[in-house]
């Protein structure tokens, strides 16, 4: 029987913390769940997931569907879409076979990428490498997730770009059982005209994106900084959202460039190693900044004090402290009058 190799390259960038990131990782559940249903999928259907933030990593080698297990998605700093390319480039070299003389090979393979954010790497390299030697015998099919602003450079990859306008979960299940069904599409169609066959388009959640209009000069809508707990060691990342230009109430009047908070995130260890250090080089003033969390580790009241080396860590409340990053000793006081200088993440 010949392979459907199914590669899944999935953007797991901080912007991406919170609902998109459960989202997806259920959706990678019912999308196991939904495509073992099929007759078809089942005998042909291998899955792979490649996640790429800062660094790339395979989080499931390619494997047949009836014993794929969806891996835990992790978080990490940056939108490396060139070193996530690059490792997916890899791994269907090492593990899609080609059609020989003395054997058929695998049947075309297709990638779903998956992404919200502009690069902040290079991709230039990558792209061309896969114009060159993957685009004429693989399917990629990119899937822009965020704000269009990724547009622009997924219409460069390749002509099925689409935009998934999900608002509730709802939406994001309709658009994982469209996965489902382009890839159970597929299955059927391979064998008999080897033909790309993507499930019709459910235009109330996803859109064919056909001109570069609307894509670009996106302003940034996300504050995300990264801290560190100081008892548990463990990262978790704060989310500061844009305020409308115009929002008003009898408290408080913003100015344009103003931030509220809408959550902070507990993360796993493994957010440094999905993380491109050079990334935490833009810096926000934390005047912009509305609210402030607590530690979603361990329970201290104060989420967002800033060591002398930058580092954002918890706190119990005034008095010395131990950075988690340099190791040094601070003291806290309440700060008061002008904001002061914070690294930001790039999502
Ligand atoms: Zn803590
Ligand atoms: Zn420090």
């Not at 076979?97 to 919200?116: E, H, N």
């Amino acid at each position: 029987m010949r392979r459907l190799p199914i590669f899944l390259l999935l953007d797991v960038s901080e912007s991406m913390a919170g609902e998109c990131h459960r989202q997806m990782q259920q959706g990678l559940e019912r999308l196991t769940k939904n495509l073992r249903t099929d007759p078809h999928a089942l005998e042909t259907v291998y899955l792979s997931v490649v996640a790429f933030a800062g660094q790339a990593k395979t989080l499931a080698p390619l494997t047949e569907l009836a014993f794929f297990y969806p891996p835990r998605l992790p978080i990490g700093a940056g939108t490396s879409l060139g070193v996530g390319l690059t490792h997916l480039m890899q791994e269907i070299n090492a593990n899609v076979q080609k059609t020989t003389a003395q054997r058929k090979g695998d049947w075309r393979p297709i990638v779903y990428l998956m992404t919200d954010g502009k690069p902040t790497d290079n991709i230039e390299g990558a792209l061309a490498r896969w114009q060159k030697e993957f685009a004429s015998s693989v399917t990629l099919v990119a899937i822009d997730i965020g704000k269009h602003a990724a547009i622009d450079t997924l219409r460069r990859l390749t002509d099925h770009v689409l935009h998934l306008d999900a608002s509730d979960d709802a939406d994001f299940r309709k658009f994982i059982d469209w996965v489902t069904q382009s890839v159970v599409a597929q299955s059927r169609s391979v064998a008999s005209t080897g033909q790309v066959n993507l499930a019709k388009v459910d235009t109330d959640i996803l859109t064919l994106v056909n001109n570069l209009a609307q894509a670009n000069s996106l302003d940034e809508d996300f504050v995300i900084l990264p801290g560190r707990c100081q008892k548990t060691q463990l990262p978790y990342l704060i989310k500061y959202e844009k305020a409308l230009p115009n929002f008003e109430n009898s408290n408080v009047k913003m100015s344009a460039e103003q931030y509220y908070l809408t959550g902070v995130f507990p993360l796993e260890p493994d957010y440094f190693e999905f993380s491109d250090t050079r990334c935490l080089t833009r810096t926000v003033n934390t005047a912009a900044l509305l609210g402030a969390p607590g530690c979603p580790h361990c329970g201290n009241p104060y989420g967002f004090a800033v060591c002398r080396c930058g580092q954002i860590m918890c706190i119990k409340g005034d008095g010395p402290a131990i950075c988690p990053s340099c190791k040094t000793q601070c003291n806290f006081s309440q700060g008061e009058g002008a904001g002061f200088d914070v690294a930001r993440g790039r999502g």
